[in-house]
């Protein structure tokens, strides 16, 4: 049963593979300022720290993404670290339910799409999901683990060994203290491509920590 009245939900799924065709391609996002901080209406965040990344902002569905290439040490692409935030309202049907099940019923159709737009349809393979619970900066998140395997279309013949891509990923989702009063919760996303393979190319998902710690509700919710 459908709780969301936002879009971005299936943008958010259909995002891994969108990386896959823009991994190894220049970024038209542009590159952070001196700007430590990010403010949208209704959160603040901070830039990753380690430099190097290219920030997208759309203040009208309160999407920050950061991302940046992984390299060899000849300067060669092998992947990119993606980071995304977004804000996500629940509709009047899901407000008495629990923050369990809401958070179950957001990773359960996140997995349903993936299968559905990705794995049935033979653009990806969806392994080793796993679902767990974690705190971070005294946050409760429900989190959400699993791996992508993937072929760029044109194989081979057109991107070489960069057509093998594989992906681990990890979504957190925040559910603040005031959901029953707004009905607001946010996500976190982060996704490692790399290529398949490839020994200059490890995930670290830790990366995106630093960006939870930040992470700053503000007091009014603009729905």
Sequence with gaps: MKFFRSVIQKLFTLYIFIILLVSCAASKVQTQDEKHSVDMTSYSVNVPPGGDWQMGINKE????????PKKWWTGQVLGSTLIQIFRDEVSPQ???RSEEDIADDVRNDEERMMREEG?????????DVKKNIEAINGMKLYTMYYVVDAELPGG???????AHRHQEAMLYLYIPPDFKEKHVLFRFLINEDCQRGSLGCRADLTQIHAVINSFRVKGTVTK
């Design 61 to 68: 569905k309160e999407i920050v993404t950061f991302q940046r």
């Design 94 to 96: 899901g407000w008495l």
């Design 119 to 127: 794995v049935n349809k033979g653009v990806y393979q969806l392994l």
């Design 156 to 162: 081979f013949a057109k991107h070489g060994m960069n």
